[in-house]
């Protein structure tokens, strides 16, 4: 048997011979509280139902893939073409990192100028959201939600029937958003994970049109124009604080 001398002899070379992290108690990082994140569409569909209009070739479809791709909640009853949108989001990681509730932002502001004609087309949206983690620890943690939000669009263009006479208007778009998402949070380090998912959204979009100069017209109501769904593969990448 050793003795007392001899065993605290051996601790302490076994206290110089070891890494210190070996010897600390196991760390652990505290769970997230804040989610910041950027998401986009890779692959979409949507259909459009003009209101009032019940013929086959009145209905819309559009197929298209690629990163940065709007959809049709981004233009908002095909106002704007062709303005590539990546969404920014914020969520608090809440019920002991099982849950995220946040909000997505998508905004663009674009100047048409050709010769006299100046157009200024401008966009945006606000979704709040709410997912559940499905495993709140782990390096996968497949998540289930939906949202509930509104976007709209503004155009102010000219028209020149008359050279001498400029007469200029402004269309405006609003639409509530409706939809689901689920995914998975793929951690490639502790803090920052790639976001593969689907998603499905409703839209109702609402216009109005009416002649800003000269002689302005008095601003009417918002008239549904139809009713629209949007299916999407979605990609995206979120970092944990």
Do not use: C
């Not at 652990?28 to 009032?52: E, I, L």
């Not at 200024?120 to 939906?146: D, Q």
């Amino acid at each position: 048997m050793l003795s007392r001398t001899a065993a605290l002899g051996l601790a302490l070379t076994a206290g110089l011979l070891l890494p210190a992290s070996a010897l600390a108690a196991p760390s652990a990082n505290p769970p997230a509280k804040v989610r910041v994140h950027v998401d986009t569409d890779v692959f979409g569909f949507s259909h459009y139902n003009p209101q009032d209009n019940d013929a086959d070739d009145s209905n819309t479809n559009v197929v298209g893939f690629g990163i940065g791709r709007p959809t049709f909640i981004d233009t908002g009853n095909f106002v704007i073409f062709d303005r590539p949108v990546l969404a920014f989001g914020v969520g608090g990681v809440i019920l002991d990192g099982r849950a995220v509730i946040g909000a997505r932002a998508a905004f663009t502001v674009d100047g048409v100028l050709r010769g006299n004609d100046n157009d200024t087309y401008v966009a945006g949206r606000l979704v709040p959201y709410f997912n559940w983690m499905f495993n709140p620890r782990g390096r996968i943690r497949g998540f289930l939600g939906g949202r509930f939000g509104f976007g709209g669009a503004a155009v102010t263009f000219e028209e020149f029937d008359d050279p001498d006479f400029v007469v200029r208007r402004q269309f405006n778009s609003i639409y509530p958003i409706v939809g689901v998402q689920g995914g998975m949070h793929i951690f490639i380090v502790e803090r920052v994970s790639l976001d593969p998912g689907l998603s499905f959204d409703y839209i109702a979009p609402h216009s109005r049109s009416h002649r800003v100069e000269p002689d302005p017209e008095p601003v009417g109501d918002f008239d549904k124009d139809g009713d629209a769904v949007n299916f999407a593969v979605t990609f995206g990448l979120s970092a944990w604080f």
